[in-house]
T-cell receptor, first 113, second 112 residues
Framework: GAGVSQSPSNKVTEKGKDVELRCDPI?????LYWYRQSLGQGLEFLIY????????KSGLPSDRFSAERTGGSVSTLTIQRTQQEDSAVYLC???????????FGSGTRLTVV | SQQGEEDPQALSIQEGENATMNCSYK?????LQWYRQNSGRGLVHLIL?????REKHSGRLRVTLDTSKKSSSLLITASRAADTASYFC????????????FGSGTRLLVRP
């Protein structure tokens, strides 16, 4: 597609429920990233996929967070047993090669009540 | 952990004035990038400067990089109300896989 697409754009969930966030990167982009941004804060790196390499999961805050990327394209970020502190905007980005900027999606605003 | 730290945290200027934002970082980098964010959603890539470059221009934007001081600055000339946004620097660490580490951002308000 023309840009990075994320869905849903907004998600309200009850504490303890599982949620899945989806990212559809730009076609042909081999690198895909998930970041989290709390209100008024900077971006916190979560996970990075590059081609067929093992993902860099070093930013995942707990084992309740996981992500997969199927067929080198669409990615799903799953948060199990959501907590109120998981409330944030989750941003996905993709890029083709190093030394090029990222293209970000519009994000999913997650609210845990 | 955040690699880049922007200064100031917030900046308010009159339309037509220039805006300067600074970024400091800690480790050696491959490149440094600046992004703009409106309304707390997706970020837009503005400019990338490589570690062997000292200055780069794009329209009304001018970016400098001083690797000896581990700092960068973003200058927006002749600001417009539409420039109101948050601006983030992000570093691609030389010793890391290609993942950008973002600073905490500068909130710019351009008053009409």
């Amino acid at each position: 597609g023309a840009g990075v697409s994320q869905s849903p754009s907004n998600k309200v969930t009850e504490k303890g429920k599982d949620v899945e966030l989806r990212c559809d990167p730009i076609s042909g982009h081999t690198a895909l990233y998930w970041y989290r941004q709390s209100l008024g804060q900077g971006l916190e790196f979560l996970i990075y996929f590059q081609g067929n390499s093992a993902p860099d999961k070093s930013g995942l805050p707990s084992d309740r967070f996981s992500a997969e990327r199927t067929g080198g394209s669409v990615s799903t970020l799953t948060i199990q047993r959501t907590q109120q502190e998981d409330s944030a905007v989750y941003l996905c980005a993709s890029t083709g090669t190093r030394n090029y900027g990222y293209t970000f999606g519009s994000g999913t605003r997650l609210t845990v009540v | 952990s955040q690699q880049g730290e922007e200064d100031p945290q917030a900046l308010s200027i009159q339309e037509g004035e220039n805006a300067t934002m600074n970024c400091s970082y800690k480790t050696s980098i491959n490149n440094l990038q600046w992004y703009r964010q409106n309304s707390g959603r997706g970020l837009v890539h503005l400019i990338l400067i490589r570690s062997n470059e000292r200055e780069k221009h794009s329209g009304r934007l001018r970016v400098t990089l001083d690797t000896s001081k581990k700092s960068s600055s973003l200058l927006i000339t002749a600001s417009r109300a539409a420039d109101t946004a948050s601006y983030f620097c992000a570093t691609d660490g030389r010793d890391s896989s290609y993942k950008l580490i973002f600073g905490s951002g500068t909130r710019l308000l351009v008053r009409p």
